[in-house]
């Protein structure tokens, strides 16, 4: 049965809820910005010593890959050919030779990590122990990884990759925030 006084008020609620605002918190000009704060705390203690001296610049980041995108698998460092290349961490030489066009040296650490490095020539063979801050290699100048040259270096545990920067202390630790 047709009823005209229930149709009015689905109308009258349906109008009411388009038509008449709601009150919601906005965001005004003075009102101070939320801002983490960061301490030497935040960021996680480094478990690896930087591969080349001074510090390098960090010329493409880490992306990790994904099923439909190639991704980075590692970071690439400012550097010029003919470097020096230092252990980040106690390991022993797994791989040293050439892959593809270039040179690639890898060491297994005892954590299970397996790093990377490449284009490195290295007289190192496979399964010679190296300590932490020992020359590995040189970087070589036959064959760039990039465009503007550099050091590849990556790391990972079994087939996943993981960020060299996290391993280096300079991936902060993430940081929940209340919020109101």
């Given at each position: 049965m047709y009823r005209p006084d229930r149709l009015k008020a689905a109308l009258?609620?349906?109008?009411?809820?388009?038509?008449?605002p709601i009150p919601m918190p906005v965001a005004?000009?003075?009102?101070?910005?939320?801002?983490?704060?960061?301490?030497?705390?935040?960021?996680?203690?480094?478990?690896?010593?930087?591969?080349?001296?001074?510090?390098p610049a960090v010329t493409r980041p880490f992306?990790?890959?994904?099923?439909?995108?190639?991704g980075h698998r590692g970071i690439d460092l400012d550097a010029v050919a003919g470097a020096v290349v230092f252990a980040p961490e106690d390991g022993v030489v797994r791989f040293a030779g050439w892959v593809v066009d270039r040179p690639v040296l890898?060491?297994?650490?005892?954590?299970?990590?397996?790093?990377?490095?490449?284009?490195?020539?290295?007289?190192?063979?496979?399964?010679?122990?190296?300590a932490r801050g020992d020359v590995i290699g040189t970087l070589d100048s036959a064959v760039a990884h990039a465009p503007a040259g550099g050091l590849h270096l990556g790391a990972r545990i079994g087939d996943a990759?993981?960020?060299?920067?996290?391993?280096?202390?300079?991936?902060?630790?993430?940081?929940?925030?209340?919020?109101?």
């Open positions: 009258l609620a349906a109008l009411l809820v388009v038509l008449v005004t000009a003075d009102a101070s910005p939320v801002v983490a704060q960061t301490s030497s705390a935040d960021v996680a203690q480094p478990r690896w010593t930087w591969p080349l001296t001074p510090v992306d990790l890959p994904h099923p439909y995108a190639a890898s060491l297994q650490h005892a954590d299970g990590l397996i790093s990377t490095y490449e284009p490195v020539v290295t007289t190192l063979a496979v399964g010679t122990v190296v990759y993981v960020d060299p920067l996290a391993l280096l202390g300079l991936v902060p630790r993430a940081v929940l925030l209340p919020l109101g």
